[in-house]
């Protein structure tokens, strides 16, 4: 079954000077906290290395080196270097903790981050081209990929009855198309009868 893992710079402040044309997101910043201008962010990776001292991460198009950082269960408190009020913190509320996709962690087989499954083609093991995944939701049990269709979008689940093939090289899944999945033209009775 295809699993996601929860994910997974130059100078303080200073503008990333890489093109970040793929990151990842490994938080999202929830609040300020306390008053030398820290932060408390959700945590979206497993990779709880990535949240080290020295370390840089990418917030709203700048880069900041980790001063400091605690994890507590599902948060991380952290200093970022040149964030030092409380109110510059507050500028950041809401925005995501990023590093770049080539800094990826290897993900174990059969495993994929969820960078690597959007923007996907889906096609289904007839060869029919189903659209194209424009997002992940996440439900506890397993994934669901939203495609992108001619007519609207399907909803389809990251589970082996479905999911039959990925391949990140060529950006194509292969996924079996059982009773009742699909709500379009291309799913259910009617086009097994038409195939007839």
């Known amino acids: 079954m295809p699993r996601h893992p929860k994910d997974d710079r130059p100078q303080e402040g200073a503008s990333a000077s890489e093109a970040l044309s793929e990151t990842i997101v490994v938080g999202r910043v929830a609040a300020p906290w306390g008053t030398g201008g820290a932060i408390k962010a959700e945590i979206a990776t497993a990779h709880l290395e990535r949240f080290e001292p020295g370390r840089l991460l990418h917030v709203g198009g700048f880069s900041f080196a980790i001063e400091s950082s605690r994890v507590r269960g599902k948060h991380v408190y952290l200093k970022l ?5 409380p109110e510059r913190a507050a500028e950041l509320r809401g925005l995501d903790l990023e590093v770049p996709a080539s800094q990826t962690i290897p993900a174990p087989e059969d495993t994929y981050y969820h960078f690597q499954i959007i923007g996907m083609r889906v096609r289904t093991t007839r060869g029919d081209l189903l659209g194209v995944i424009e997002s992940i939701l996440q439900t506890g049990s397993n994934d669901v990929y939203v495609v992108r269709t001619d007519y609207g979008e399907e909803l389809i689940p990251a589970i082996d009855d479905v999911i039959v093939s990925i391949d990140t090289q060529q950006g194509d899944m292969v996924i079996e ?4 999945l699909l709500s379009g033209p291309r799913g259910g009775k009617a086009q097994r009868e038409e195939d007839r």
């Open 81 to 85: 270097q040149s964030v030092d009020t």
């Open 177 to 180: 198309p059982v009773e009742g």
